[in-house]
T-cell receptor, first 112, second 112 residues
Framework: KQEVTQIPAALSVPEGENLVLNCSFT??????LQWFRQDPGKGLTSLLL?????REQTSGRLNASLDKSSGRSTLYIAASQPGDSATYLC???????????FGKGTKLSVIP | NAGVTQTPKFQVLKTGQSMTLQCAQD?????MYWYRQDPGMGLRLIYY???????DKGEVPNGYNVSRLNKREFSLRLESAAPSQTSVYFC???????????FGPGTRLTVT
């Protein structure tokens, strides 16, 4: 059974700092990996999707990487802003399966 | 283009009452999903539907039933609500080519 882990559970950084959020998964036979953002009391917003054949994806100040062999993905946020404060979730889709397995998230606070 | 919509946004039930959570998507996706999100447990899949007319159990299906009414709509029914079903419920749908999932805003359910 796939397990997805996100460390740390919470992170506080000063505004302007570059930061990395980590995600690890136990079964490397994934179809894709998706990063989401969740604001308090809101739904999930898809940030980046990395297919299993890709190494990274970029959107604005966000860059996500995928290393299937080591079972790891990272989300890099450049020049963090207070508006980036939210919980970030990663989730893996198993090969041959529709099911997303979620990590429990990293709660990010960017201090002005 | 509304994406994924859910009704109601909030609901309070007494133990033993029944209710149906509604979900609709306007992205012409074949696959739809119901998740629940609980503190410390993350998001867990309740049921999913790979196409109109088909449904399958996810990780935590007990106490729930689903109906894929047509391609757009996927409903979740609680026949006899229990306090353990107090949670935030999210509906999602996904593209066929990438399996990227898009989420609705959620329904916050309290069972007393």
């Amino acid at each position: 059974k796939q397990e997805v882990t996100q460390i740390p559970a919470a992170l506080s950084v000063p505004e302007g700092e570059n930061l990395v959020l980590n995600c690890s998964f136990t079964d490397s036979a994934i179809y894709n990996l998706q990063w989401f953002r969740q604001d308090p009391g809101k739904g999930l917003t898809s940030l980046l999707l990395i297919q299993s054949s890709q190494r990274e994806q970029t959107s604005g100040r966000l860059n996500a990487s995928l290393d299937k062999s080591s079972g790891r993905s990272t989300l890099y946020i450049a020049a963090s802003q207070p508006g980036d404060s939210a919980t970030y979730l990663c989730a893996a889709t198993g090969a041959g399966s529709y099911q997303l397995t979620f990590g429990k998230g990293t709660k990010l606070s960017v201090i002005p | 283009n509304a994406g994924v919509t859910q009704t109601p946004k909030f609901q309070v039930l007494k133990t033993g009452q029944s209710m149906t959570l509604q979900c609709a998507q306007d992205m012409n996706h074949n696959s739809m999903y119901w998740y629940r999100q609980d503190p410390g447990m993350g998001l867990r899949l309740i049921y999913y539907s790979a196409s109109e007319g088909t449904t399958d159990k996810g990780e935590v299906p007990n106490g729930y039933n689903v109906s894929r009414l047509n391609k757009r709509e996927f409903s979740l029914r609680l026949e006899s609500a229990a306090p353990s079903q107090t949670s935030v419920y999210f509906c999602a749908s996904s593209e066929e080519s990438t399996y990227e999932q898009y989420f609705g805003p959620g329904t916050r359910l309290t069972v007393t």
